[in-house]
C-alpha cells in the first residue's frame, strides 16, 4: 500500500503540480480545494500525511485543517505550506509537525516530507499508544533537482 498523503490548497495551479510531483514519486495523493472540504475528508478518510496551504478561503482556513488532522484518531503527520511562515515557533504551536515554504526545490519538499513521515512514526511508536494500522512502503525519489515553475508555486 502506497502512503496516503492529503493535499490542501485553493490555488489549483499549485495544488495540481505538487500532487503530480507526489505521485510521480510513489505517494497516493487525495486533493481538497478548501478547509471544508479537507475536513471531510480528513474525517471520511485515512492519511499518513496532511498538508495544507496556511491561507485559504480565511486566515485561519490552514489552522482548522490542523486542528481537524491532530484530532484524527489514526494521526497524520501534519505539515503546512506556505508563502509567508509564521514567525518563529508559531506554526508548532498550532500543531503543525513541520513547516514548508513555497516556493521550493522538489527534491528538498520529498526528503523533508520522507523525514517528518519516518520522525512521526517513529514518535507514534515510542508514545505507546495503540494506533489504528496505515501500512507504509518505501517510496524512493525517481527525479532530482527538479524545480517547480514560479507561477505554479507563486506566493499566496
Same mark, same amino acid.
Given at each position: 500500500?502506497?502512503?496516503?498523503?492529503?493535499?490542501?490548497?485553493?490555488? =489549483?495551479?499549485?495544488?495540481?503540480?505538487?500532487?503530480?510531483? =507526489?505521485?510521480? #514519486?510513489?505517494?497516493?495523493?487525495?486533493?481538497?480545494?478548501?478547509?471544508?472540504?479537507?475536513?471531510?475528508?480528513?474525517? #471520511?478518510?485515512?492519511?499518513?500525511?496532511?498538508?495544507?496551504?496556511?491561507?485559504?478561503?480565511?486566515?485561519?482556513?490552514?489552522?482548522?485543517?490542523?486542528?481537524?488532522?491532530?484530532?484524527?484518531?489514526?494521526?497524520?503527520?501534519?505539515?503546512?505550506?506556505?508563502?509567508?511562515? =509564521?514567525?518563529?515557533?508559531?506554526?508548532?504551536?498550532?500543531?503543525?509537525?513541520?513547516?514548508?515554504?513555497?516556493?521550493? #526545490?522538489?527534491?528538498?519538499?520529498?526528503?523533508?516530507?520522507?523525514?517528518?513521515?519516518?520522525?512521526?512514526?517513529?514518535?507514534?511508536?515510542?508514545?505507546?499508544?495503540?494506533?489504528?494500522?496505515?501500512?507504509?512502503?518505501?517510496?524512493?525519489?525517481?527525479?532530482?533537482?527538479?524545480?517547480?515553475?514560479?507561477?505554479?508555486?507563486?506566493?499566496?
Amino acid at each position: 500500500m502506497k502512503r496516503r498523503i492529503l493535499l490542501v490548497d485553493d490555488e =489549483l495551479a499549485i495544488l495540481l503540480t505538487l500532487k503530480a510531483v =507526489l505521485e510521480i #514519486n510513489g505517494f497516493e495523493v487525495e486533493t481538497a480545494a478548501s478547509a471544508r472540504e479537507a475536513k471531510s475528508k480528513i474525517k #471520511n478518510g485515512r492519511y499518513h500525511m496532511v498538508i495544507t496551504d496556511m491561507r485559504m478561503e480565511s486566515e485561519s482556513a490552514g489552522l482548522e485543517v490542523v486542528q481537524a488532522a491532530k484530532k484524527a484518531p489514526y494521526q497524520p503527520a501534519v505539515a503546512m505550506l506556505t508563502a509567508f511562515p =509564521l514567525p518563529g515557533e508559531d506554526w508548532h504551536e498550532q500543531g503543525a509537525d513541520e513547516m514548508l515554504v513555497k516556493p521550493m #526545490n522538489t527534491q528538498d519538499l520529498l526528503v523533508q516530507i520522507e523525514a517528518l513521515l519516518v520522525t512521526h512514526e517513529d514518535n507514534k511508536r515510542s508514545t505507546g499508544k495503540k494506533q489504528p494500522e496505515l501500512a507504509v512502503t518505501d517510496a524512493t525519489p525517481a527525479r532530482k533537482n527538479r524545480t517547480l515553475s514560479r507561477k505554479a508555486v507563486a506566493a499566496h
